[in-house]
């Protein structure tokens, strides 16, 4: 197996750990993103030193996860997340260990961690560290529990859904006594926070290999997050995993994919267990009260229908229907977008005349100047060339001012 080059910064901890009598070790998926050729996002350090030695060797360090033995070390304006060999004690809620005890032993360490592939640690002077052979399965695209994969998932539920993610995102397979032990304890699912399997999901939905997507449902994991969505999609699972699979990765149009079928007086409903921000939950609720309209292509009906749904929800809807097979999807996005750059007026507030003209006019404030602007609006929406001061002012004398 190639050695690793490590970046500067992550060499120098685990440099400066050794020099100061200590192991250090870079662990989890940097080591297995680096021996798939995939250049890791983060390096995560394990060490054998305590926390509080940690902090004796590094200037610069803050308090992460202290109670856990997690101590972010900064280097060159960059976060090092360094952890103390620890030996997790009893899992009280299927995630978070009741207490954890400190060792100097690294094999110990490896033995908490969740799947072979992760459980593989690496440094230039002792090479890799892998008790498991995760080297192989990774070799072979194989997912395998450290140990017991029963016990693993019991200590920690969210393993079984990052199983999953892990299948769509890598193209693995998972091992037949691990999905076994998946499918023995997906209820278990239901003990994990909203935002945790939010975030499981999103990162899940954004995979290259959608073709693992069925795992999802077939292991029991999606009826015990959300028996709701489980019976919406059944049936269907193809028509949603080959739209899927023809989206852009778009988390808005992703989650209107997934969650299409659902009664719409149920949809907020069932958004709302996911604590997703404001503005994606409105975006995927927008999406899908348009989800059965069909495209349409003159100029009108493309300028209307982002003044109804905003620029952006607009954008989102054709890649919607994009990935659903509408081939007018890809031309009506190239015409929004020259009228965008036009500057075609569609909204209020892009208006040549505003509420203060109407007012100079003899317009009082209330529901008639609304219902007059709103008439302006579709007429310049209608045809933009008729959006100037002096073509507005004419329209509202000539067809508004007797009739107030």
Not at 76 to 98: A, M
Not at 199 to 223: A, M, N, R
Not at 286 to 314: H, M, P, W, Y
């Amino acid at each position: 197996m190639d050695k690793i080059i490590l970046p500067p910064d992550a060499a120098f901890i685990i440099d400066r750990l050794r020099e100061n009598g200590f192991e250090g070790h870079i662990v989890g998926g940097c080591v297995r993103d680096s021996i798939m050729g995939i250049k890791p996002h983060d390096y995560d350090i394990t060490t054998s030193a305590k926390p509080e030695e940690v902090k004796k060797i590094f200037p610069h360090t803050f308090d992460t996860g202290i109670k856990h033995g997690t101590v972010t070390v900064v280097l060159n304006k960059q976060n090092y997340e360094v952890t103390t060999f620890r030996i997790d004690g009893e899992y009280e809620d299927c995630r978070h260990p009741k207490d954890v005890s400190f060792t100097r032993d690294i094999h110990e360490d490896l033995l908490r961690r969740d799947f072979t592939m992760n459980a593989i640690a690496y440094n230039p002077y002792d090479g890799y560290t892998d008790i498991f052979g995760g080297i192989d399965d990774i070799g072979r695209k194989i997912i395998r529990g450290v140990g017991d994969p029963d016990e693993r998932f019991k200590e920690d539920a969210l393993r079984i859904l990052r199983a999953v993610r892990f299948s769509a995102q890598l193209g693995f397979e998972i091992e037949p006594e691990t999905r076994r032990a998946m499918e023995n304890n997906a209820n278990l699912i239901k003990n994990i926070s909203a935002e945790r399997i939010r975030e499981e999901l999103t990162k899940l939905l954004i995979s290259e290999h959608i073709e693992k997507l069925p795992l999802l449902w077939q292991s029991g994991l999606l009826e015990n997050i959300s028996q709701r969505l489980a019976r919406s999609i059944s049936g269907r699972e193809d028509i949603i995993q080959n739209e899927i699979a023809q989206s852009e990765k778009i988390v808005p149009v992703l989650f209107a994919i997934l969650t299409q079928f659902i009664n719409t007086d149920d949809i907020k409903k069932e958004l709302s267990l996911y604590k997703f921000d404001n503005k994606t939950l409105n975006q995927i609720i927008c999406l899908n009260s348009l989800i059965n309209r069909k495209v349409e292509t003159d100029e009108i009906s493309i300028r209307r229908l982002a003044s109804q749904t905003g620029i952006e929800n607009a954008f989102l809807f054709y890649s919607l229907k994009n990935a659903q097979g509408d081939y007018k999807a890809a031309e009506a996005k190239n015409m929004l977008n020259s009228a965008v750059k036009r500057g075609d007026c569609l909204f209020l507030k892009d208006m040549a005349l505003s509420g203060k003209d109407l007012i100079s006019l003899g317009i009082k404030p209330g529901r008639e100047m609304g219902a007059v602007l709103n008439k302006l609006l579709e007429m310049v929406i209608d045809d933009p060339k008729l959006n100037t001061r002096e073509i507005l002012i004419k329209t509202v004398k000539e067809n508004f001012i007797d009739n107030i």
